[in-house]
Every structure is written in C-alpha cells, then in structure tokens.
C-alpha cells in the first residue's frame, strides 16, 4: 500500500453497482472512487435515487459492487462487522425489547458484561434525551425518540465508523440540531470516522469536513467541497458570512442535478 494511504480508513476504488429489475437494468454506482481518512467527517448529498443509500449500504457490507473493491484499513469489506455502527432511516428496533435492552444488544454481541453494557447503554440513552425511558418499549415512543434509541444504540458499541442514512430526515427541527450537537461531541471526544447522507444542505454544511455531492444518472461523484469552517461548530455560525456561501455553492449544486433528473 502506497504511503499516502496509510490514513486511509475507507477506500471506495471504482465502485459500479447495477441492478436488475423487471424494467431492465439499473445502474445505481458508476464508477464512484472516494478515499475517506480516519477521523474524516464525510457528509454525502444528492438528489433522491443518485445512489446515496446504495453506497452506503455497500460500505456497511449488506450489499456488494457489482464490480469495484472498497477497503476498510486496507482490507477488501467483505459483510457488516460491529467496526462499522449503521443508523437508517428508518429507525430498525426490536419491538420485544426495552428501549435499555435495544440499545444493549450490540454490547452483548461484543460480548460486553452485562452491568458495563448497562452502563454503557444508560450513559447514551441519555445523550440523546431519553433518560426515564429505559423501560419502554418501541411501540410506546413516537418516531422521533425511536429514531433516537437507533442512534444510542450505535453510538454505545464505540464503532470506528458510523455509517448514517439521513438519520435526522424524519425529526422535528429541534431534536434535530439537539442530535447534530451531540453527534459532533461524540465525533470530536470519541475519534470517529463519519459517512453521513443527508438531502439536507444546512445539515451537510455544519458536520462535515468535506461534502460530497453526488450526479444523478449515473450515480458518480459530481464535486467535493471542502467546508473551511473551525470546529467546534455551533448553530450560530449558520448566520456566518462563510456558512451561507458554501450552503448556496452546494445547493446549487444539487438543484441542477435535481433538474437533470426532472428532464
Ligand atoms: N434493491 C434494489 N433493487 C433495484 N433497484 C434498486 C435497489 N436499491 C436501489 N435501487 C435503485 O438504485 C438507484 C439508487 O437508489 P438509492 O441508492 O436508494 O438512492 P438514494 O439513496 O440516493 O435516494 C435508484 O434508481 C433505485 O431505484
Ligand atoms: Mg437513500
């Protein structure tokens, strides 16, 4: 491996994905080629169906290129391992179990002992604001703290990467700046490495280091921006001079390719 990968925790080398539907064939990757540090914060924008999900769900090992190798500390992926934690959109829990005993379960599967994964579980139940619901179960909760129990639950296995598919698509505007506050503390305190999707521009601008945005038909990768604001970032530099500048820049961006899929 050449020296300048040696920082290199995911490398995405000529990704091509196609799928076979009734209609024919569709070509969701072409050719996507990302080298992701460890510790980068990476946010991924796009219009819906340029092949966000695809990408990521590759990378998280539940899907595999149709051609192309993406390698994690070097190593071709080959299935999902408890290195990389997934957040959906989808909040995915176990109806059966307890908000506490949900956010425990990839504790146990690392074969955690059972009083530090309690521990472990109530110390991040809290950071995303649910402290007194450990005893509930899923269906007791509205989406938006379901979706919350998805988010402690893979922060509490300390994964070197978290890969997130629009995590905070479906909250309220509060909850949603609360977890983007305490998705960067955990990042910065935590050494991380971040794949983020998300369709919103302000969101991707405030997170990442770099924004990647991605053409429709052929899912590629159309530019990368690198956001030169200091972290730690709070919600107050969405007013900044520079914060509205590269906002603007990117949604442009996206809009065109938004049309491009409108055509
Ligand atoms: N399992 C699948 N079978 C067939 N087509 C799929 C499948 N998953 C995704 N696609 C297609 O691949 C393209 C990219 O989808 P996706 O990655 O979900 O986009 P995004 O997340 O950017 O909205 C779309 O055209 C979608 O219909
Ligand atoms: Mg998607």
């Not at 091509?16 to 996507?32: C, H, P, Q, S």
């Not at 989808?90 to 504790?107: C, D, E, H, I, S």
């Not at 998300?198 to 280091?209: K, M, P, S, W």
């Not at 200091?230 to 590269?246: A, D, G, H, M, N």
Request: aromatic share 8%.
């Amino acid at each position: 491996m050449a020296r300048e990968d040696l920082d290199v925790k995911l490398k995405i080398d000529n990704v091509y994905k196609e799928y076979t539907t009734r209609k024919g064939k569709v070509i969701a990757l072409n050719g996507v080629n990302l080298d992701i540090k460890e510790n980068e914060f990476i946010c991924v924008v796009g219009p819906s169906g340029c092949g966000k999900s695809t990408l990521l769900n590759n990378i998280a090992g539940l899907d595999t290129p149709t051609s192309g190798t993406i390698y994690l500390d070097g190593k071709p992926i080959e299935g999902t391992g408890v290195e990389r934690g997934v957040v959906f959109q989808q909040y995915a829990l176990f109806p059966w179990r307890t908000v506490l005993k949900n956010v425990m379960f990839g504790l146990e599967i690392k074969n955690v002992p059972k009083d530090e994964a309690e521990q472990i579980a109530r110390k991040y139940i809290k950071s995303v604001g649910l402290e007194g619901f450990e005893d509930s179960y899923p269906k007791e909760l509205s989406g938006g703290m379901k979706q919350r129990v998805a988010i402690a639950r893979a922060y509490a296995v300390n994964p070197e990467v978290l890969l997130m598919d629009e995590p905070f698509g479906a909250l309220d505007a509060q909850t949603r700046v609360q977890l983007q506050q305490e998705l960067l503390n955990t990042w910065q305190n935590e050494k991380k490495t971040c794949f983020f999707i998300t369709h919103d521009v302000e969101e991707a601008v405030i997170l990442a280091q770099r924004v990647v945005i991605m053409s429709a038909r052929p899912g590629r990768i159309k530019r990368i921006v690198d956001i030169d604001i200091p972290y730690p970032r709070t919600q107050e530099i969405k007013t900044s001079p520079r914060f509205v500048e590269l906002k603007n820049e990117i949604w442009d961006e996206v809009y065109q390719e938004f049309l491009e899929v409108r055509k």
